[in-house]
C-alpha cells in the first residue's frame, strides 16, 4: 500500500459513521424547548418540579451549600480516586440500615449518579468475565439500562415480563417462570421501589417470593436505587426490598446496588451517587475487600480520574448532620406528597370528564412516574393538540403536574381517548 493510499484510508476512517436515533427522553426535552405555545406541559423525564413548574433546590440543600461555602478549609481539590469517604460511608448507611455491618460487608465507589454506578458495575462484571452471562431486565425498563450494559460487552440482554397491559398490574407469574427458566447465574437488574417506567412495585410477600426463586437459581441480583424516598416518603421503607435481601434471602451471595442521589436530593446534573458490592455474611475477608476495592478504582481511574467534588459535598453534608438529615426527610416527604396530590387530582377530573376506561391504576402507582396506558398515538396527539409532553411508551412524569395545568393534563387525556375512539386500544380495552 502506497503512503498516499495509506492517507486516504486514515482520511476516511470517521467518514460513513452510523448514525443513531436521539436519546428518546432528551429529544422530549429538545422539541419542548422550541415550543411556543403557552400551556406546553412537560410530563417527559423524571425531574421534579414545585407547584409552578419549575426545578427545586431542596431547603435541606441550600442550607448545606452554605455550610460549605462558609466552611474556610472550602476549596476545590481533588477528591480520592473512590471519592468522599464521608458521602460513601453514609451512603451506604442510609441504603442499608444502620445496623448492618457495613465495615465487613461493603465494598464501594462514588460514582457518576445512577447511570455512572450502573456503568462502574457492569465494567466491574466485564473485568470478571460476567458479561458473558444472561443478563434480565424488566420488561418495561429504563430505556438507558440496555445501552449502558451492552456497551460494555453485555451481549445477552434479556428481559423478564413485569407490566401486565390488561390488568395494569404485576405480571407475577411471568417474572417468576423467567427466573425459573433463566440458565443458573444469570443476572437479574432489579428496581428496588418506585419502578421506572411503569410506577408499579411488588408488594413485601412478592418481593419475598421473588427473591427466593432468584436464590434458588443462583441468579446475581443488581439492585438500580434511583428513588428511595419516591415511592412512600419513607427511605427505610423504600429500602426495604434491598434490606431483605442483603440481611435475609440473599444474604450468602453478593449483591450489586446502584444508588442515586439525582432525584431525593435534587442532585440532577451534579451526577452523585455510588456503587456498591455488598459480601455475603461468610467466606470474604480484608484481602478480598482490598482487591475489589481496587478494581473499582481502577475503573474510576481510568474514566474519571477522580470523581466530581461539588456535589458530593453536599450530599455528604446532609447525610452526616442530624439536623440537615431532618430537614432532608422533611424535603422528601414534601415532592412524594405533592406527586401523591397530583396523581389524585389528575384522576379525580378524569373521573369527572367521565373520560372513557379506568383511571385508578394512576393512583395505585408510587413514585415519580406514572404508566397511563396511552397508546404512542394518543401520546404524540397529546403533544401536537395540546402541547402535553409525555414518553411514547405513556409513561408521564407525575412530578411535571401542578395545580395550573393539572385540569388541562385532563382534557388532553380525555380529548385523544375519545378522538381514537373505539379503536384505540384504551378505549376498546373496556
Ligand atoms: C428518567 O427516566 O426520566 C430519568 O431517569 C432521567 C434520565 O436520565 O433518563
Redesign the pocket.
Known amino acids: 500500500m502506497t503512503a498516499q493510499s495509506d492517507n486516504m484510508n486514515t482520511k476516511f476512517l470517521f467518514k460513513n459513521v452510523k448514525k443513531l436515533p436521539s436519546?428518546a427522553?432528551?429529544a422530549i426535552k429538545a422539541r419542548l424547548a422550541v415550543d411556543t405555545r403557552s400551556a406546553k406541559v412537560d410530563l417527559?423525564?423524571?425531574?421534579y418540579r414545585d407547584n409552578n413548574g419549575k426545578p427545586w433546590i431542596l431547603p435541606s440543600v441550600k442550607r448545606a451549600e452554605e455550610i460549605i461555602k462558609a466552611d474556610p478549609e472550602y476549596n476545590h481539590e481533588y477528591l480520592n480516586i473512590s471519592g468522599l469517604e464521608v458521602l460513601r460511608k453514609n451512603a451506604a448507611r442510609i441504603i442499608f440500615g444502620d445496623s448492618f455491618d457495613l465495615a465487613n460487608r461493603v465494598v464501594n465507589i462514588q460514582s457518576l449518579s445512577?447511570?455512572g454506578a450502573l456503568h462502574v458495575g457492569a465494567k466491574l462484571m466485564q473485568v470478571l468475565n460476567l458479561n458473558e452471562r444472561d443478563i434480565y431486565f424488566s420488561d418495561p425498563t429504563?430505556?438507558?439500562h440496555y445501552q449502558i450494559f451492552q456497551k460494555s460487552g453485555f451481549s445477552n440482554t434479556k428481559t423478564y415480563p413485569y407490566w401486565d397491559a390488561a390488568s395494569k398490574k404485576l405480571n407475577l407469574t411471568g417474572f417468576l417462570n423467567t427466573i425459573k427458566s433463566a440458565v443458573t447465574g444469570s443476572i437479574f437488574v432489579l428496581h428496588p421501589c418506585a419502578h421506572?417506567?411503569t410506577g408499579l412495585d411488588p408488594t413485601e410477600e412478592q418481593w419475598k417470593v421473588i427473591l427466593e426463586a432468584i436464590k434458588e437459581k443462583q441468579h446475581l441480583v443488581l439492585f438500580d436505587s434511583?428513588y428511595q424516598g419516591f415511592a412512600t416518603g419513607s427511605l427505610s421503607k423504600d429500602a426495604y426490598s434491598i434490606r431483605l435481601a442483603i440481611t435475609d434471602i440473599l444474604k450468602d451471595v453478593p449483591v450489586l446496588v446502584c444508588q442515586?442521589f439525582?432525584?431525593n436530593v435534587g442532585m440532577?446534573g451534579e451526577r452523585v451517587g455510588c456503587f456498591h458490592v455488598v459480601l455475603p455474611e461468610t467466606g470474604y475477608n480484608a484481602e478480598d475487600k482490598d482487591a475489589i476495592q481496587s478494581q473499582l478504582n481502577a475503573i474510576t481511574r481510568s474514566e474519571l480520574s477522580t470523581p466530581p467534588a461539588y456535589g458530593a459535598k453536599i450530599v455528604a453534608t446532609i447525610l452526616s448532620s442530624d439536623e440537615l438529615y431532618k430537614a432532608w426527610s422533611d424535603d422528601m416527604i414534601t415532592m412524594s406528597s405533592r406527586i401523591y396530590e397530583m396523581r389524585h387530582k389528575l384522576v379525580a377530573k378524569l373521573v369527572e370528564l367521565k373520560t372513557p376506561g379506568t383511571w385508578d391504576h394512576i393512583t395505585t402507582q408510587v413514585g415519580?412516574?406514572s404508566y397511563t396506558g396511552l397508546t404512542e398515538e394518543q401520546v404524540a396527539r397529546m403533544e401536537k393538540e395540546h402541547a402535553v409532553y409525555l414518553?411514547s411508551s405513556g409513561?408521564a412524569?407525575i412530578a411535571g403536574l401542578n395545580d395550573g395545568n393539572v385540569e388541562h393534563v385532563a382534557y388532553a387525556i380525555d380529548e385523544v381517548v375519545r378522538h381514537f375512539g373505539k379503536d384505540g386500544s384504551l378505549y376498546s380495552a373496556l
Not at 44 to 47: H, R, W
Open positions: 436519546d427522553l432528551f417527559g423525564i423524571g425531574a445512577g447511570t429504563w430505556g438507558n421506572n417506567p434511583a442515586s439525582a432525584k440532577y415519580m412516574f414518553a409513561r412524569s
